[in-house]
């Protein structure tokens, strides 16, 4: 399995609603419940209508299209880091699934994976 860095900066937060946000922006995810708006984007695209933030984070992605009959992907992965006392926040799309770190512990996170198995890309 390929593990691909993602090379830009980027920031957790909650925002009062989404209408300041660019969606033209070419990296995101969105999450809205009846209890928050959440956002994760590039922190050059942080909105102004932000409430909480949480700068610092880098991710990768797990190359390919992941079959939904997959099973334990993110388990093992994110069994790897805690291992490594490496904290994370995890996010899927339909294909794949992003995995967040702290910017300080991100090096550490690809180097752990690379020792368990995992292929990096850089």
């Not at 691909?4 to 300041?20: G, I, N």
Request: with cysteine; net charge negative.
């Amino acid at each position: 399995m390929i593990i691909k860095a993602l090379e830009h900066d980027l920031t957790v937060c909650k925002v009062q609603d989404y209408s300041l946000f660019d969606f033209s922006a070419d990296f995101y995810f969105i999450g809205k419940t009846d209890e928050e708006n959440s956002l994760v984007c590039r922190t050059c695209d942080v909105p102004k209508n932000t409430t909480l933030r949480e700068d610092g984070w880098k991710g990768f992605r797990i190359q390919g299209v992941l079959d939904f009959s997959l099973v334990g992907i993110l388990s093992e992965i994110s069994q790897v880091l805690a291992n490594n006392s490496i904290g994370i926040f995890a996010v899927s799309t339909y294909n794949t699934d992003y995995i967040l770190v702290k910017k300080e512990d991100f090096e550490k996170a690809l180097l752990s994976l690379e020792n368990a198995g995992f292929g990096i890309e850089k």
